[in-house]
């Protein structure tokens, strides 16, 4: 089982691999943000954990900043889209150090990091947050009960994928919450992945 997670995760580091698997539903995690936000008009865009660059072309590019630690993600997304992509750590206390952007997406990250580190990218991301700014955090639920949604939340890269309470009491931590909504990501009409899309506004002081 280890080594076929290892052997996962190592095909999931490629930019190919990463798109394939993400296609069927990027436009499904991204739904419930654009109901509730026009995307092209969103200035000073800063899309945190951006992979290869999945939800580039949904925003302008002269506004748009793409940022991930995987070089090989990076390097994809500059040949295949404008827009500036940063090679950087999104847990990193000094990440963009005297940046701000109106419009923060946080686009299945969280559920990769344990609480600690989770609690130290959103304190970040908090202070990236202009005062008019949004964040936009869609991230993977742990349901409560048994059935095929908790079992790919378990078979996930991600080890701490959360129930909705735990994430609502973390994210309500760092951030005013403007709209919490949990969805589905579905196949043929069956549900396979629970979801939160959790909008909020920057604190002034996080405890």
Not at 77 to 95: C, E, I, N, Q, S
């Amino acid at each position: 089982m280890k080594v076929a997670s290892r052997v996962r995760d190592r095909l999931m580091e490629t930019s190919l691999v990463y798109r394939l698997w993400q296609a069927p539903f990027a436009n499904q995690k991204l739904a419930p943000v654009r109901c509730h936000t026009d995307l092209q008009r969103a200035r000073r865009v800063l899309d945190l954990a951006c992979g290869p660059g999945t939800n580039a072309h949904h925003f302008d590019p002269t506004s748009y900043t793409g940022v991930d630690i995987n070089p090989a993600y990076i390097e994809r997304a500059r040949d295949r889209y404008p827009g500036r992509f940063v090679l950087g750590d999104g847990t990193a206390p000094d990440l963009l150090p005297g940046e701000g952007f109106d419009f923060i997406l946080v686009n299945s990250f969280l559920h990769h990091l344990p609480i600690r580190e989770a609690g130290k990218t959103l304190g970040r991301v908090n202070e990236l947050l202009s005062d008019e700014g949004h964040v936009h955090v869609l991230d993977l639920v742990l349901p409560p009960r048994r059935g095929i949604a908790r079992l790919l939340a378990r078979a996930d890269r991600g080890d701490y994928p959360r129930p909705l309470t735990e994430w609502k009491e973390l994210l309500e931590r760092f951030f005013e919450p403007v709209l919490l909504e949990p969805f589905a990501l579905t196949a043929a009409g069956i549900p396979l992945w629970n979801m939160i899309y959790f909008k909020g506004k920057k604190r002034g002081v996080v405890h």
